[in-house]
């Protein structure tokens, strides 16, 4: 059902340049805007302790959940879906596992990590960003439908460790703020 799911997607690369264009392009920079996009929120004017926190909680739940994924790739060696025929790649071949998605994980962190803070206007943009660059992932070829989900719910994960360790008002948190 994976690769189906995955090819099914994958069947309208190439059909569009234009489409094609925007997929690898948002494949290229979506974790980087929305790392930006976050680092801007640092200077939010409402309420900006309460965001500056969520922006740290993102900063941090995206760092572990691409660390979980370099332990998760030392034992699991999943190929990629153009070496296994089933899509059609439209970028250079990744040297790497395809499980978990890395662009997953890092973009659906943030957004948990949003999500768990309650912002649920900057959550919604965020994970619109998040979904198209994870959906860009099979569009391209580059990752199976599962190795997206494997992705977001480390992402996930990661953020509600993050939750759990690092709580708001917290001796740490007045730190980090002051700090930064």
Same mark, same amino acid.
């Given at each position: 059902?994976?690769?189906?799911?995955?090819?099914?997607?994958?069947?309208?690369?190439?059909?569009?340049?234009?489409?094609?264009?925007?997929?690898?392009?948002?494949?290229?920079?979506?974790?980087?805007?929305?790392?930006?996009?976050?680092?801007?929120?640092?200077?939010?004017?409402?309420?900006?302790?309460?965001?500056?926190?969520?922006?740290?909680?993102?900063?941090?739940?995206?760092?572990?959940?691409?660390?979980?994924?370099?332990?998760?790739?030392?034992?699991?060696?999943?190929?990629?879906?153009?070496?296994?025929?089933?899509?059609?790649?439209?970028?250079?071949?990744?040297?790497?596992?395809?499980?978990?998605?890395?662009?997953?994980?890092?973009?659906?962190?943030?957004?948990?990590?949003? =999500?768990?803070? &309650?912002?649920?206007?900057?959550?919604? !943009? /965020?994970?619109?960003?998040?979904?198209?660059?994870?959906? @860009? $992932? %099979?569009?391209?070829?580059?990752?199976?439908?599962?190795?997206? =989900?494997?992705? &977001?719910?480390?992402?996930?994960?990661? !953020? /509600?460790?993050?939750?759990?360790?690092?709580?708001?008002? @917290? $001796? %740490?948190?007045?730190?980090?703020?002051?700090?930064?």
């Amino acid at each position: 059902m994976d690769a189906a799911l995955t090819h099914w997607i994958n069947s309208a690369a190439g059909v569009s340049p234009l489409l094609d264009r925007i997929m690898i392009g948002v494949s290229q920079i979506g974790v980087p805007l929305m790392v930006l996009a976050v680092a801007l929120q640092w200077w939010s004017r409402t309420d900006r302790p309460h965001v500056r926190h969520a922006c740290l909680s993102a900063g941090l739940a995206f760092l572990l959940g691409l660390a979980i994924n370099q332990v998760i790739l030392l034992f699991v060696h999943r190929i990629r879906p153009y070496d296994a025929g089933v899509t059609h790649l439209l970028i250079a071949p990744s040297a790497d596992w395809s499980f978990p998605s890395d662009h997953a994980t890092a973009s659906m962190a943030i957004v948990a990590a949003f =999500v768990m803070q &309650a912002l649920p206007r900057r959550t919604l !943009a /965020l994970f619109a960003a998040a979904l198209l660059i994870c959906w @860009s $992932r %099979l569009h391209i070829g580059i990752h199976y439908a599962g190795d997206v =989900v494997g992705g &977001a719910a480390t992402g996930a994960s990661a !953020a /509600l460790a993050v939750r759990l360790a690092y709580r708001e008002n @917290s $001796r %740490l948190d007045t730190l980090a703020t002051k700090i930064l």
